[in-house]
């Protein structure tokens, strides 16, 4: 499986961008797909994740909670991810990230628990 993400750039503070992960090599549709970011000098952070092609549900940290979404379009098997409301600290570089597994398991708010990356799209929020 490759992943491939685009979309990133510049915008103001309350503007939107939306994120896109195109993946090769196998249909994404049924496995968890999440989305992390990694700001300058931290830790790669979970932004959120899905297994709804599975019939699951979204999963998302709370300081992106009613404010970014995701969805995807199984034709093209890319996931895509909506930003709304966008803060300043939302800066950083943002990786799609899959796990060839049906099922949602509270592990996929780690990092480690993905197999697939994408290289990461740069975010940059201004105020």
């Known amino acids: 499986v490759q992943l491939q993400a685009s979309g990133g750039g510049l915008v103001q503070a309350g503007g939107s961008l939306r994120l896109s992960c195109a993946a090769s090599?196998?249909?994404?549709?049924?496995?968890?797909m999440g989305w992390f970011r990694q700001a300058p000098g931290k830790e790669r952070e979970f932004v959120l994740a899905?297994?709804?092609?599975?019939?699951?549900?979204?999963y998302y940290a709370d300081s992106v909670k009613g404010r970014f979404t995701i969805s995807g379009d199984n034709a093209k098997n890319t996931v895509y991810l909506q930003m709304n409301s966008l803060k300043p600290e939302d800066t950083a570089v943002y990786y799609c990230?899959?796990?060839?597994?049906?099922?949602?398991?509270?592990?996929?708010?780690?990092?480690?628990?993905?197999?697939?990356w994408g290289q990461g799209t740069q975010v940059t929020v201004s105020s």
């Open positions: 990230a899959a796990d060839l597994s049906p099922y949602w398991s509270s592990k996929y708010y780690n990092a480690y628990e993905y197999d697939y």
């Open positions: 090599g196998r249909t994404f549709s049924r496995y968890v």
């Open positions: 899905t297994s709804r092609w599975g019939g699951g549900s979204t």
